[in-house]
């Protein structure tokens, strides 16, 4: 399965290449491979590469995964620099693990990033049939926030990821 962010958040279109999200099953897991425009702001957080709480204030790569019947969901950052944040949640925007472990590694050239993450199947909530993806990027003023399935023009003022309404169907048993 492929997916690309063509819209910002408020279903406006982006402005350069999107960024594709692939999503395939090896084992007794999802592998989530990202590739698209590097953009290389916000500067990176200066630690070792692995998981970092609150990812989502640098340049970043999002794939939600929902149960909507018990609105839990899985929610998997990536970063162009080898970072990530894996949180498991029920309900809306209710962390209850957090900082999973997570096998990630990206790649940076010039002007293009690609990551892979293998995410271990007991980490989806069961039946997951819903999904959305976000990128995020920029600083101050130019931060550009980016979503698969927005939401509708001027329904929000800001940005709001966790709006679960707004996921779209996912066949995920094609995954496992």
């Known amino acids: 399965m492929e997916f690309c962010i063509e819209k910002q958040w408020n279903s406006l279109p982006i402005d350069h290449p999107p960024i594709c999200i692939q999503l395939s099953s090896s084992d007794d897991s999802v592998i989530m491979e990202v ?16 998981a970092y709480p609150k990812l989502y204030d640098y340049e970043v790569a999002e794939a939600f ?10 929610e998997v950052e990536l970063s162009p620099q080898g970072y990530h944040l894996v949180l498991l949640l ?6 209850f693990k957090e ?21 271990p199947s007991r980490y989806f909530p069961l039946s997951v049939d819903a999904f959305n993806a976000y990128a995020i ?10 979503a ?11 940005p709001d990821f966790h709006c679960l309404e707004y996921f779209s ?3 995920f048993k094609k995954l496992l």
Do not use: C, M
């Not at 900082?99 to 995410?119: C, H, Q």
């Not at 698969?148 to 800001?158: E, G, R, V």
């Open 169 to 171: 169907s996912l066949d």
């Open 148 to 158: 698969l399935y927005p939401t509708p023009l001027h329904k929000y003022t800001s």
């Open 99 to 119: 900082e999973l472990p997570l096998t990630y590694e990206a790649r940076v050239n010039s002007s293009t990033w690609t990551g892979r993450a293998v995410i």
């Open 137 to 146: 990027h920029g600083s101050g003023d130019e931060r550009v926030y980016e």
């Open 90 to 95: 029920d309900g809306y925007r209710n962390v």
């Open 35 to 50: 590739s698209g425009p590097f953009f290389g702001d916000p500067v990176p957080p200066v630690q070792p590469q692995g």
């Open 65 to 74: 995964f929902l149960n909507n019947e018990t609105k839990q969901y899985l």
